[in-house]
């Protein structure tokens, strides 16, 4: 057995122990020859084992209490039950945290490293806010925090920004990325009901989110109410013309391919995107973010490939192998890849 293997037996037996089925882990190991996959997986399992130590302690502690509760003939405080309860929801919900970690830690490798545009994306979005000293800011969707994070350096000192998310687990990586900041606080909500008053923020961001929400125009008027009067509404997107080369490799090698379920920038794109925002919004810019991917490697491509949320993973379980020799073929003496991405700068 090579390190390889072993190493791809290490990722297997880790992710059994958390509870994976069998059948999940063949599919979610598909490119463990990789050896960047590998490293970032064994840090999102490391990141995932801490997580469950904390829940296991949480319950261990709520039993305690139970215990206690019983032997001293005391009321029972049923609300660590309903702890319990949560605890074990939130156990179930490991699969899909270690592969949106996963998945999102494939997509920013390829645009990292094999991007054309030396200034990369958070670092432009960044530039596009114009931040001032004193400002209130709202991130919707705000993920791992990256947008702070790569640009901390550049932040006033005297800012207030709420980072926000539907998904705890996102919020906790922010927190944990940026450290005790006084800048920023946390809050778990949808933001179709967005729990702040009237005009109370210079600029709410919404980077690469309201394409995946329900009701667009909701989340829209939810902006503009909460947005001071001259305040600024950011929204990021892509257009039909986006990586298109990847979706084209892929169905030249199998035609039922579809690497995503919804054409995200159907629902809201550089497009579309204007006209939806034209009735909340009397101000409207639309600036691109000139880039391509240039790129000569097959494992980072596959595992952008395998990211994605379409039905790939399935079609390619028993042609791996094929797979792989026929990407290696196509991108040997050079790959090139569309970006067609942008956003939409508003004021109310």
Known sequence: YTDADLAKLQQILLLKYLGFSLEDIREMTLAAADQQYLL???????????QKMDEMQAMDEAIDRTIEAIQTEQAIDWNS????????????????????????????????????????????????CNLQPGMR????????????????????????????????????????ALGEDSRFSYKKFDCEKIPYEEEIFDLVIADHVLFY????????????????????????????????????LVQQFHKEIVLSAEVLYERF?????????????????????????????????ISYILSCHGNQNQLLLNQY????????????DGFHITKDAGIFLCRK
């Not at 998945?103 to 490798?109: E, F, L």
């Open 81 to 128: 039950m309903l702890d319990l309860i949560h605890l074990t929801a939130v156990e179930r919900s490991l699969k899909n945290q270690y592969q949106n970690a996963a998945n999102i830690s494939a997509r920013i490798r390829l645009h990292r490293e094999y991007s054309v545009n030396p200034q990369g994306w958070f670092p432009w979005i960044m530039q596009q």
């Open 269 to 301: 794109g550089l497009e579309n995107g204007e006209n939806l925002l034209a009735p909340y919004f009397p101000e409207i810019q639309m600036r691109r973010y000139e880039d391509a991917i240039e790129i000569a490697e097959a494992e980072p491509l």
């Open 40 to 50: 970032e997986s064994m840090r999102i399992q490391k990141k995932l084992l801490r």
């Open 213 to 248: 929400c329900e009701d667009i125009p909701q989340v829209l008027a939810e902006c503009r109410r909460v947005l001071k009067n001259g305040g600024r509404f950011l929204c990021s997107t892509y257009g039909k013309q986006h990586m298109w080369e990847i979706t084209d």
């Open 321 to 332: 192998k094929e797979f792989r020799e026929f990407v290696s073929a196509r991108v040997a």
């Open 137 to 176: 800011i709202l991130e919707l969707g705000c993920g791992n925090g990256a947008l702070w994070t790569e640009n901390r350096e550049q932040l006033p000192a005297d800012l207030w920004v709420v980072l926000s998310d539907k998904s705890e687990g996102m919020l906790k990586d922010a927190r944990r």
